[in-house]
């Protein structure tokens, strides 16, 4: 079982930053590839990052590549996201994600992903 708790949210204008991190707990939380989220009001969920529990595998949706930047310290249990250069759409609630299973990096689908947190709230006014 892993406990995910993501902090760091806020308002921030166009343009602007913000890192976001997503604290696990659990015996193995080191062991699990995590994935960032974002839900938008009357979207659907969509995924922006992932990380490999290693960090050797990493990736971004299009729209964040060169912007956003995933990473992780897991003698700290914890997967951050670096977000520069926000956009008014990318207002959202933002999650962090695990699959079930130790090792695997599971794809960009929400269903492979059985351990979310609560989420943290990101606005960007335009």
């Known amino acids: 079982q892993v406990q995910l708790v993501e902090s760091g949210g806020g308002l921030v204008q166009a343009g602007g930053s913000l890192r976001l991190s997503c604290a696990a707990s659990g015996g193995t939380s080191r062991r699990y590839g995590v994935a960032w989220f974002r839900q938008a009001p009357g979207k659907e969920r969509e995924c922006v990052a992932r990380?490999?529990?290693?960090?050797?595998?990493?990736d971004y949706a299009n729209s964040v590549k060169g912007r956003f930047t995933i990473s992780r310290d897991n003698a700290k249990s914890t997967v951050y996201l670096q977000m520069n250069d926000l956009k008014p759409e990318e207002t959202a609630v933002y999650y962090c994600a695990a699959p079930i299973q130790v090792y695997w990096l599971p794809s960009t689908s929400p269903s492979d992903y059985s351990y979310w947190g609560q989420g943290t709230q990101v606005t960007v006014p335009s």
């Open positions: 990380i490999s529990w290693n960090s050797d595998a990493i």
